[in-house]
């Protein structure tokens, strides 16, 4: 243990003991002290333990304030990380609610890139605490995500009631397929970034169109490219000024009924009543359903992906608070673990430092101390 902010090193003299009849020779034990071939106490274990969930230090830091090499500290947190924290039966009790959303592992020319975070949105949407992560899992697909519900004992599926997740259809495949009655939720930050980004694609396209090059600063359409993705009960009144004068040009049609239908998205997300907010979804997936000009390339194909998606759309209101918003959340904490570490080349690493460090593990490492 450190002493100060200098290691201390205990030195342990081992009684050996031999029976001379049957020239058995054993060794006093000393397992409460430390574990079997372990270079640290349990003491020490516990301190790593809480300065890598608790004080969110690197490795290499904690291996230096105890006086040892990496690989030893590393082997010493992992394995009491597995046996106190990761592998308890009950971690998975009580969860009703999972968020699932990739997420980016490290940032290279080669390999795979990319692992599947499952979250637990129990405690958010019931208010009773943050969201926690249950599993990373290594891909990016439905096969990994199918694979870890069916691996999971029958209880826990039977207790999935609702899975938030973004607009990739094999999460929502591997969902139904392995739970018999689940509810699928795309959650409100997809649906508005899927339609800003169509808000932006109609932008562009009209720029090329009308000056025949990319937007440059004094173009019009460059000028409201930030003031157009705004919610518009948040624009002041320059800025309404400014987007007035450029969607109200003949020329720019096609822009202003994209924004008005990305604005109506965003209302009825907003509105106070969830009834009332999924009858205006309802009503704009009905009416981009019904018929869309020509024209309007951008706006018929979102109109496409809402009808396609229209049940998992809808189904937010019916749930409302569940949303992959705090996978978003948990997402931020495993890119800060990233840094602290500057990156990660072990997969199996990453995830057992994962899941010590957002799933959920401080209140239960604070009353092992």
């Known amino acids: 243990m450190p002493y100060g902010w200098k290691p201390t090193i205990l030195e342990v003299l081992v009684p050996r003991y031999r029976c001379r009849g049957c020239r058995r020779v054993w060794r006093h034990p000393i397992q409460a002290a430390a574990p079997s071939k372990g270079k640290l106490s349990r003491d020490a274990i516990l301190l790593a333990v809480k300065q890598v969930v608790i ?15 990496w690989n030893t500290c590393n082997d010493a947190i992992l394995a009491a990380g597995q046996e106190l924290l990761i592998n308890d039966p009950g971690r ?26 499952v979250i637990d949105l129990t405690p958010t949407r019931t208010d009773t605490g943050p969201s926690r992560l249950l599993a990373v899992l290594e891909g990016r697909s439905k096969k990994a995500f199918k694979t870890w519900l069916e691996t999971q004992d029958q209880g826990f599926r039977d207790r999935i009631e609702v899975i938030a997740m973004d607009g990739f259809t094999g ?5 139904t397929e392995a739970i018999d009655e689940v509810v699928t939720v795309m959650d409100p930050f997809h649906v508005v970034a899927l339609a800003g980004d169509k808000l932006d694609l109609c932008r562009q396209r009209l720029q090329q169109e009308t000056l025949g090059r990319r ?44 924004w008005q239908s990305y604005q109506d998205i965003i209302d009825a997300y907003q509105h106070r009543e969830p009834a009332e907010g999924k009858k205006l979804m ?77 799933g959920g593990f401080r209140p239960l490492v604070h009353s092992l101390l």
């Open 171 to 175: 999460y929502k495949t591997a969902a």
């Open 92 to 117: 998975l009790d009580g969860v009703t609610t999972v968020g699932v959303d990739e997420h980016c592992w490290r940032h290279t020319r080669f390999g795979d890139k990319f692992v599947t975070v």
């Open 282 to 358: 309802t009503k704009l997936i009905d009416t981009l359903a019904a018929g869309v000009p020509a024209a309007l390339t951008e706006l018929r194909t979102l109109g496409r992906t809402l009808h396609r998606r229209r049940d998992d759309v809808l189904a937010y209101f019916d749930h409302p608070g569940t949303s992959n918003g705090p996978s978003e959340a948990i997402n931020g904490l495993l890119e800060h673990l990233r840094g602290t570490a500057r990156g990660f080349r072990n997969l199996t690493h990453y995830i057992a430092r994962c899941l010590l460090d957002a």
């Open 215 to 258: 937007g440059r600063s004094g173009d019009p359409l460059f000028g409201i490219r930030r003031v157009v993705r705004s919610r518009a009960a948040l624009l002041t009144q320059k800025q309404w000024f400014r987007l007035l004068d450029v969607i109200e040009d003949p020329a720019h049609l096609c822009l202003a009924v994209t």
């Open 55 to 69: 004080d969110r230090l690197s490795v290499a830091r904690v291996a230096a304030n105890l006086g040892v090499g």
